[in-house]
């Protein structure tokens, strides 16, 4: 732990509170421009040295990013579907990057205008166009591997940083289903070393990208990070999580108050505030930092803080092959199709895209317990089971919905004594007729691979949590501006998925990254301007 | 008219048949839930409240001597012994109750062998174990229900399947498939582009 001062007040001139995919690059654009940034981080530094005991640890089950706090990831959840945090967040340096997929997908140019096209949601105060340069930064900033044979992006002004990782063995097949069902698939752009990038090795194909040993899937406590400590004018302080922000009498954000493990309260004061904790978190951060004159929380007069919770619904479908497909040797896939994700009628249905999986069904363990077998039958059993299974993934679009929401429930409390988030997620029509569709999609291409077998599995969620200070010009009906500054609050920021106002198919965190980048350069004219 | 004398000892019995005769039929009949009810009470579990610690040199020597017959029905080699020895040295020292499972399996092992189990030769071991019906380690929920030979039952439930599953989790068990890289052991990157060889 990097121990705070011993005084109970540090000065900095943006406090950033989270050390993930937002706030790291916010630390780094920032402090590049020679401008003061302390960022504090609820979790520890995660010691890069230790990353073959994190990945033991991730095989057997055990996810190694959580909170070494008792109580700290304490959470509760309504709605029809059971959103859990554990699995599905990272506290560290790094943040959510720690353990994510690495797939680096910008957001289409539809996805920025759903009301204008589609006359559902809202569109976005920005435009894929306003967005595009900040794209091609954060995929710089990232590393990401890719190529341009995607017939449904929208214009890209720069090349890909780094070549595509080539198709995998799988992939072979599926195109050959998907040539003859006329669907389109292209590789999946990823935040991967396909060779040696920004100080970083090549990816070595090691299979556990929740916990990647080499480095070679970017994080920001590798990328960012690092690199804007060195400048001299970034501090991060770790293991101290942010209770609350306080605010004066004018409406501006004077210091945010936290505390280590030792529970004693402490205070930074900033002329800038930026809040990048994560969807949820930073929705709690705001309600709990209600007073007088921000009886609901703070940035909320709009009483929008928390609601439009959205995250991207998912389903696998799986089918069992004759041949061999040689799964589980590496930890991420390689082809997509977007062509189920833009350029349609997205007002009653929406948008999705196909991951076609390198790994999918069950592990030789699996197969073994399962066998009933012993001895020299039970290997053959293993031997003769193993690899027959292809898997495609389906990521589906969801619409904000005032009823999913991160509220606070005062019935439970974490490791501070402050009430923890209550997560209330359900999904609609809207996402069950993308999910239906896509299923028979999915499943047209496993049985034209002759798959026997065929399954889908349970619904679920991605990682993602979007939505809960989404973005907007009129103060009424969003929480930011289109620069990501609080309507209410003229030096607050919020940054991260929580700004989305959409949530497209695609995976969140390269917008992110872009949003960010292109909030930092705002903030640092803001500040020059002052 | 015959009728017998109603005694609190018959009364007994007559209920105790009823109860039993219901029982059996539920069990034919197998509704879930009662499947459910009779798995969550009368399944053999792991002590919790155990201490966790070491095994001796001769309960390791044991449990791989067990193994062996399950895993692969042949003599491991020292790798692939290793392996073992670190999947059953980690539960026995991280997890409540694996420790005493592990003992108790590797007694009720030398119990059935008379002697030390690890020094048989390996078929008697299989026939050994094969007789007591170790390796139906898919124990049906009705067997739950037998008041007789329950740390047999524990082994089967228990020791076995995790035996079996640390195994083939192990590299042994990617290299049974024919991987020498797999998840947690890093490779050459563009293996995965093509069929193995």
């Known amino acids: ?530 | 008219m015959y009728s017998l004398p109603v005694t609190r000892r018959r009364m007994l019995a007559v209920f105790v048949a009823a109860a039993g005769a219901v029982l059996a039929l539920l069990l034919l009949w197998r509704p879930a839930r009662l499947a459910r009810l009779t798995s969550r009470l009368f399944k053999p579990r792991l002590d919790t409240a155990a201490p966790t610690g070491s095994l001796s040199e001769s309960e390791m020597d044991t449990i791989l001597a067990f193994a062996a017959v399950l895993v692969e029905g042949r003599e491991l080699s020292a790798e692939e012994r290793g392996y073992l020895v670190e999947h059953v040295s980690e539960r026995a020292a991280q997890t409540p109750g694996y420790l005493a499972l592990y003992r108790r399996t590797a007694a009720v092992l030398d119990g059935l062998a008379a002697g030390p189990f690890r020094s048989r030769p390996l078929l008697e071991r299989t026939s050994l174990v094969t007789r007591h019906g170790l390796t139906r380690y898919d124990v049906r929920i009705r067997e739950y229900l037998t008041p007789v030979r329950r740390e047999i039952l524990a082994v089967r439930a228990l020791a076995v399947p995790d035996l079996i599953g640390g195994y083939y989790s192990s590299p042994a068990g990617w290299a049974t498939v024919g991987y020498g890289a797999f998840p947690g052991r890093c490779g050459e990157l563009s293996r995965y582009t093509k069929a193995e060889a």
């Open chain 1, 1 to 530: 732990m990097s121990a705070p001062a011993p005084e109970e007040t540090r000065e900095t001139t943006v406090c950033i509170v989270g050390a993930g995919a937002a706030g790291g690059i916010m630390a780094l654009e920032l402090a590049r421009r020679g401008i003061r940034v302390t960022v504090l981080e609820s979790g520890p530094r995660h010691d890069f040295t230790r990353r073959s005991d994190y990945t033991r640890r991730f095989i057997k089950g055990e996810n190694p990013w959580q909170s070494p706090l008792p109580g700290l990831d304490r959470h509760t959840t309504s709605g029809d579907v059971e959103y859990r945090l554990e699995w599905n967040r990272a506290r560290g340096v790094g943040g959510s990057t720690l353990h994510w997929e690495g797939y680096a997908l910008r957001f289409h140019a539809d996805d920025f205008r759903m009301r204008s096209l589609h006359g559902t949601a809202e569109d976005w105060p920005i435009s894929y166009d306003d967005l595009e340069p900040y794209y091609g930064r954060a995929e710089r900033a990232l590393g990401v591997a890719g190529t341009s044979d995607d017939p449904w992006a929208s214009p890209r002004s720069t090349a890909f940083p780094l070549p595509a990782f080539p198709m995998s063995f799988s992939d072979g097949l599926f195109t050959d289903a998907c040539r003859r069902l006329g669907i389109g698939l292209h590789h999946l752009p990823q935040a991967r070393n396909s060779i040696a990038y920004g100080g970083r090795m090549q990816c070595r194909a090691c299979g556990t990208c929740h916990v990647c040993p080499t480095g070679a899937k970017a994080s920001t406590d590798l990328t960012h990070i690092p690199q804007a400590e060195s400048t001299g004018y970034a501090d991060v302080l770790t293991e101290v999580t942010v209770l609350r922000l306080e605010a004066d009498r004018g409406g501006l954000v004077r210091s945010a108050v936290y505390a280590g493990a030792d529970r004693r309260e402490r205070r930074l004061t900033a002329r800038v505030f930026v809040v990048a904790a994560g969807g949820v978190e930073t929705a709690r951060l705001l309600l709990l930092s209600a007073s007088p004159d921000f009886p609901n929380g703070i940035a909320n007069r709009s009483g929008l803080v928390g609601r439009y919770f959205t995250s991207h619904p998912l389903i696998d479908v799986t089918g069992r092959v004759a041949a061999r497909v040689y799964p589980y040797r590496t930890g991420f896939s390689t082809a997509m199709s977007n062509q189920f994700a833009a350029r349609r009628d997205r007002k009653n249905r929406g948008a999705f895209y196909l991951e076609f999986m390198n790994s999918a069904g069950p592990l030789p363990h699996q197969i073994a317990a399962s066998s009933g077998a012993w001895g020299p039958e039970l290997a053959k059993r293993v031997r003769e089971e193993f690899g027959r299974t292809l898997g495609i993934r389906v990521y589906t679009e969801q619409l904000p919905d005032t009823g999913n929401s991160v509220t606070l429930d005062g019935t439970v409390k974490d490791y501070f004594g402050n009430p923890v988030p209550r997560l209330t997620y359900g999904i609609g029509p809207y996402e069950r007729s993308a999910i239906a569709e896509a299923q028979e999609v999915a499943e047209g291409i496993l049985r034209a691979l002759g798959a026997k077998d065929i399954r889908t599995g349970a619904v679920w969620y991605a990682s993602h949590q979007l939505g809960t200070h989404r973005m907007g010009r009129a103060p009424t009906s969003s929480v930011v501006d289109q620069n990501l500054r609080a309507h209410d609050v003229p030096n607050l920021y919020l940054v991260g998925g929580g700004c989305f106002v959409t949530a497209s198919a695609s995976q969140p965190t390269l917008t992110i990254a872009a949003l960010a980048i292109r909030a930092a350069e705002h903030i640092a004219e803001v500040l020059r301007g002052a």
